[in-house]
């Protein structure tokens, strides 16, 4: 069996890894993980039969996975590891990365013989637990068919184009995450002030043609209960609209509600903290309006 190698063991990352070492028991291969905290490797070896390992021990993998916050993380781990890998290995970065970060990264590891593929997943960690997260991979289509069969979250694996390109796909499906869920909190804050009742104005746009994720899932389940539980840093959605406000910028586009949406999650994640859940966001629009979203 194949030897696979998981690093970022974070909100999404250890239920991924999770499914690569449920799905090698099945197959006779070996998953490792490493964490920068490390009793959490141990811990994940522990609770899914992974091997936990010193970063040195990664070297020998066929497939190395990382998931890790920013493509900055992923050049801190690329610079520890790349004198030590072998020709013929394939890195998957499932960070939600910058594309031009992609393009120098893939550029570098090429020198050594190892192919760089850009592979963000969307679904979440509930998708990430069910093992059915969307991939957008950018990059060879020849490398990615050689590791689609690794893929042992996933549900659904799309190729979208060459190095960078599953990075760019990703920044723009969470710009429209960020546009949704800002602009959903803010027509509710006003009919608040004006005294419609939210959970029958959500239900009526929910069987309407206003609706989407930020509606249907996010605003009832998050924000309305009051609950607002952790799964996806505000901080971290702040920095994917960024990266969609560089590819925009970079192939030079036109996008003016895109670009708004960066400076208004950057706002949010300022002020109420990077920390909190996304739909915590919905807490500033609260505060613009001297409204509760209940
Ligand atoms: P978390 O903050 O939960 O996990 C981050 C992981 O990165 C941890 O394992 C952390 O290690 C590790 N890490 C942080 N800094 C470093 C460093 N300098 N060197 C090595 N390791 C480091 O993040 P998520 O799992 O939520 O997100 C990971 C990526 O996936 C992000 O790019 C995010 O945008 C994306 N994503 C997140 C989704 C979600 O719903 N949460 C959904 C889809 C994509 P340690 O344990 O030591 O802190």
Sequence with gaps: ???????????????????????AGETGGHTLVWNRTREKAGAHAR????????????AGADVVFTCLPTSAEVDGMLGELEGTLRP???????????PEAARRQAERLSERGVTFLDAPVSGGTAGARAGRL????????????????????????????????????????????????????????????????????????????????????????????????????????????????????????????????EALTRAAATLIGPEVDHTAALRLIERMNAVELR
């Design 134 to 261: 969307t991939v957008m991979v950018g990059g060879d289509a020849g490398a990615l068919n050689a590791v689609r069969d690794d893929f042992a979250f996933a549900g659904t694996v799309v190729h979208v184009g060459g190095v960078g390109a599953g990075f760019a796909v990703k920044a723009v499906n969470n710009a429209l995450l960020a546009v949704t869920l800002w602009a959903t909190g803010e027509g509710l804050a006003a009919l608040a002030r004006g005294g419609v009742n939210l959970g029958a104005a959500l239900e009526v746009i929910n069987a309407s043609s206003g609706r989407s994720n930020a509606s249907q899932n996010l605003i009832g389940q998050r924000v309305l209960t009051r609950e607002f539980p952790a799964t996806f840093g505000l901080g971290l959605l702040a920095k994917d609209a960024g990266i969609a406000a560089d590819v925009v910028r970079g192939a030079g586009a036109s996008a003016p509600v895109l670009m708004q949406v």
């Design 47 to 58: 609770e899914f039969g992974s091997e936990a390992v010193e970063l040195s021990g990664v």
């Design 88 to 98: 013929g290995t394939i890195w998957v970065d499932c960070t939600s990365g910058h």
């Design 1 to 23: 069996g194949k030897t696979l190698a998981f690093l970022g063991l974070g909100a999404m990352g250890w239920p991924m890894a999770g499914h690569l070492a449920r799905r």
